[in-house]
Nanobody
Framework: QVQLVESGGGLVQPGGSMRLSCVAS????????MGWYRQVAGKQRELVAR???????TYGDSFQDRFTISRDGTLNQIYLQMNNLQPEDTAVYYC??????WGQGTQVTVSS
């Protein structure tokens, strides 16, 4: 089993930046893909970005110009750098492993 813990959420002003972190523990040898999803209130959860064991990254629509996913060399810790945040980026951001394991989520609120 893999457990995921996100950190780094909170309140940021429009135009600001924030970095989220996700640490995986447990059976990390089984990891082959990690990613970030978000869920805006009242909407479906959507892919923000994901990174595979070999380093290939995939971004959801409209995220690549402001968001960057990275890792620490393995897949047991990943990051999401978010720049020029806007109120519509307000959401719960979830870490995901192997497209099936979810963290508890971290709230990001963009507001002045």
């Amino acid at each position: 089993q893999v457990q995921l813990v996100e950190s780094g959420g909170g309140l940021v002003q429009p135009g600001g930046s924030m970095r989220l972190s996700c640490v995986a523990s447990g059976s990390i040898i089984t990891l082959y893909r990690m990613g970030w999803y978000r869920q805006v209130a009242g909407k479906q959860r959507e892919l923000v970005a994901r990174i595979a064991y070999g380093g290939i990254t995939t971004y959801g629509d409209s995220f690549q110009d402001r968001f960057t996913i990275s890792r620490d060399g393995t897949l047991n810790q990943i990051y999401l750098q978010m720049n020029n945040l806007q109120p519509e980026d307000t959401a719960v951001y979830y870490c995901n492993a192997n497209s099936e394991i979810w963290g508890q989520g971290t709230q990001v609120t963009v507001s002045s």
